[in-house]
């Protein structure tokens, strides 16, 4: 009987397409009716069979004259392509895939819908689940949840992929088309981002842009957040928590099948009551050039309170959603498959970050995927600061090219050095021998700039010239490390990278680093330079080091007493930290030379406004600058105006503010307090016996003896100095001194 009946549906079926074929539309347009939404919900036929039967025997019948419905069928293609089969019983709606898939084989013309289609129900709305439409509902004894449907939704794309292998090619502009825009609830957007990485699992073609389309996507969010997030409780108002979407997920899907109201969310995660109120909120229309690195890039509308709430909330719950598909796709115990895994994917997300990460100037925690992934293997890191130092110190602009692209090639070089400053004294993983490799590296390029320099005589751009960006960048990139890692960078410095436990005692990724240096000076990271160009003095002692010091370091007394003046072009901030921890440690005395250039006309040539930027009165972590006394000498206060335009790049490993997925740094991240000098070498009973010391000679700068050393330590921790360890720690608590100017 069965057989008999689904015999007359595909000999109707035919006969509609035949008539169709002669110019009688009659059977043709009854066919379509048979799979319109609005006739869906008619009663049980009068032979018993039920709506969904009937449905399913129209299906099949179908399925018979597929390669038949080319683009005159439109009408019939359109009405089974858009038929809400994620709510029909799984028989039904495996005989709808089949239909969809023969049809798209056979006809290429209609993949697009049919993959546009797919993406738009990959996010909270589900146009194939309009449950409001169809009775056939009511027969089924439960209900799906948005987990199996989901899981329906890649089963069907598999199929596609298998049937189409040029598939993968025709992805990549429909999944940017319907990725939600920032503006949409949280739980869209992630939801979406869900869906997008699990395609990447089965769809190794797709990984790249899949991902690169995630990361666009997060930095549109995270560039609109240009202040500081600790700020929000000054103004009445919290962090958004990220929407917990286990509820959405395994819940009845019927919940959300309807279009959005304004107190949905409520209803299905109470606790997001803040990131729902302000997630309606408008901002910019993505971001464009003015967040990119460029020379003259415009300052964008600033975006009220309650909007850096709610982006606040979206990046966290964006940034925890990447973070736990990482840790679980090639997070685990390393073996063969999972390490090739890691290497894959790494080099695609290194290659995303050249490209996008590292050309975006006000990225604040994107970049935090890279600083994650690369503590799993010490190659990665390797990778990532050969990479950094690559594009820092040795990259050239191609023959030809205009001035403007110089411009912006030396704004990338500056921002790349910074990278490497920030992830060196960040990252807890790099260890004691990597670091003053690195520092041998960046010094290596100071002393060549150095002998560039003298060698051009009259000849050479003035001091703070816009030639010149790139050298002073490298060297607040020195001054930046050495605040962090002056222990490690002592002769006989032993990393502290195997010394980092969980909260469980377990050893951290930090404690699988390896304890010998890995970045290897080659031909490809070293400048390339004649054997003449390095000086007698410093490439002497940049090699074997000096007074206990790593190699190299001996070039920045050598800097900073040349004529060049980085203590003047160089981050206020960063050059009155790295004074105070020089003098110190008995690296180095800078306030004579901080004092004559407080004293300095501005007359010195500015440099390129595409390589500097003003310093700015608010950061993003305010780095107080004290006026206080050391010993007999005066620490002189940054002017209030600056002589130039200050070297001000920023720091992008500065310390990571979102709450919920604080998790991708913690355990590998390096908190001032954990390096900070105060009480390092001090011996309470030298602070009054040697309270009368003299200071270092004001007419030189030197490195202060071993004798002068304690009890410098000794005078920097008396409250008469005004100077006290709790304000040092206050200042570098995370050395943030990025421009963020909301």
């Not at 115990?333 to 790494?346: M, N, S």
């Not at 191609?398 to 060196?424: Q, T």
């Not at 009973?685 to 003299?694: N, P």
């Amino acid at each position: 009987m069965n057989g008999t009946r689904q015999g007359m549906y595909v000999a109707f079926v035919k006969n509609a397409m035949v008539q169709k074929a002669q110019g009688q539309l009659a059977p043709y347009e009854e066919l379509v009716a048979q799979f319109q939404v609005g006739t869906l919900a008619r009663p049980a036929s009068t032979d018993g069979a039920s709506s969904v039967t009937l449905l399913h025997s129209w299906i099949v019948a179908l399925t018979h004259v597929a390669p038949l419905l080319d683009r005159s069928c439109a009408t019939l293609v359109d009405a089974v392509i858009e038929l809400p089969w994620l709510a029909l019983p799984a028989d039904a709606g495996d005989a709808w895939a089949h239909l969809v898939c023969a049809i798209v084989s056979a006809r290429s013309e209609w993949v697009t819908r049919v993959v546009s289609l797919l993406f738009q129900n990959m996010g909270l709305q589900l146009g194939w689940y309009r449950t409001g439409d169809l009775a056939v509902l009511q027969e089924r004894a439960s209900q799906p949840t948005r987990r199996q449907l989901y899981a329906r939704l890649h089963e069907l794309l598999q199929m596609l992929l298998r049937l189409i292998p040029t598939l993968p090619g025709t992805l990549p502009p429909l999944l940017l088309q319907h990725f939600p825009h920032k503006q949409e609830r949280t739980m869209s957007q992630v939801l979406y981002i869900q869906n997008l990485l699990r395609i990447s699992e089965y769809c190794e073609a797709l990984t790249e842009p899949i991902w690169s389309a995630i990361i666009d996507h997060a930095l549109q969010v995270d560039v609109a957040i240009q202040v500081e997030l600790d700020d929000l409780e000054d103004h009445g108002l919290e962090q958004a928590g990220p929407t917990n979407l286990d509820p959405v997920l395994d819940g009845d899907a019927d919940t959300l099948s309807e279009p959005e109201s304004p107190d949905l969310a409520l209803s299905v995660h109470g606790t997001d009551d803040v990131l729902d109120s302000l997630e309606d909120l408008s901002d910019e229309e993505g971001y464009d050039a003015s967040d990119a690195l460029s020379p003259a890039a415009p300052t964008p509308a600033e975006p009220s309170w309650n909007e850096i709430a709610a982006l606040a909330g979206k990046l966290d719950a964006i940034m925890k959603a990447i973070y736990q598909f990482l840790d679980g796709h090639v997070g685990g115990l390393a073996h063969h498959d999972v390490h090739a895994r890691r290497y894959t994917l790494y080099q695609t997300l290194l290659g995303i970050f050249t490209r996008t990460v590292l050309t975006t100037f006000k990225s604040r925690h994107v970049q935090f995927i890279l600083f994650w992934f690369a503590s799993l293997d010490h190659e990665f890191a390797d990778m990532f600061l050969g990479t950094l130092l690559s594009k820092s110190l040795y990259a050239t602009p191609a023959a030809g090219v205009a001035s403007e692209s110089g411009d912006s090639s030396v704004v990338l070089r500056i921002a790349a050095a910074s990278y490497v400053a920030s992830y060196v004294a960040r990252a807890r993983y790099i260890d004691a021998p990597t670091t003053r490799m690195v520092v041998l590296n960046l010094c290596t390029y100071m002393d060549a700039c150095l002998e560039a320099f003298a060698s051009q005589g009259l000849s050479a751009s003035p001091p703070g010239a816009r030639e010149h960006a790139v050298f002073y960048a490298v060297a607040q990139a020195v001054f930046y490390i050495f605040c962090f890692r002056w222990r490690d960078l002592r002769d006989g410095a032993v990393s502290d990278a195997p010394h980092v436990p969980d909260e469980d005692g377990m050893p951290s990724l930090a404690a699988t680093y390896p304890t010998a240096g890995s970045l290897e000076l080659s031909p490809q990271l070293m400048p390339m330079l004649h054997a003449s160009s390095l000086s007698s003095v410093s490439s002497t002692h940049s090699i074997q080091g000096e007074r206990g010091w790593a190699p190299g370091l001996a070039v920045v007394q050598r800097a900073i007493t040349s004529p060049l003046n980085p203590l003047r072009y160089c981050n206020a901030n960063v050059v009155q930290q790295f004074a105070y921890v020089a003098q110190y440690t008995g690296f180095l005395y800078c306030y004579s030379v901080l004092e004559a250039n407080s004293q300095r006309p501005s007359t010195d040539a500015p440099a390129s406004p595409a390589a500097t930027r003003r310093v700015q009165s608010t950061t993003r972590e305010s780095t107080p600058t004290a006026s206080t006394t050391v010993g007999r000498s005066k620490m002189p206060a940054a002017p209030a105006a600056l002589p130039t335009p200050a070297l001000d790049v920023f720091f992008p490993f500065d310390p990571y503010r979102l709450r919920d997925s604080a998790a991708l740094v913690h355990r590998l991240y390096r908190d001032w307090s954990d390096v900070a000098p105060d009480g390092d070498g001090v011996d309470e009973e030298d602070d009054e016996e040697d309270e009368d010391d003299a200071p270092p000679s004001d007419s030189e700068l030197h490195p202060m003896s071993p004798a002068q050393r304690a009890p410098m330590s000794a005078r920097l921790r008396t409250s008469r100095t005004g100077h006290a360890p709790e304000s040092i720690a206050q200042s570098l608590e995370a050395m943030s001194i990025s421009p963020y100017t909301g």
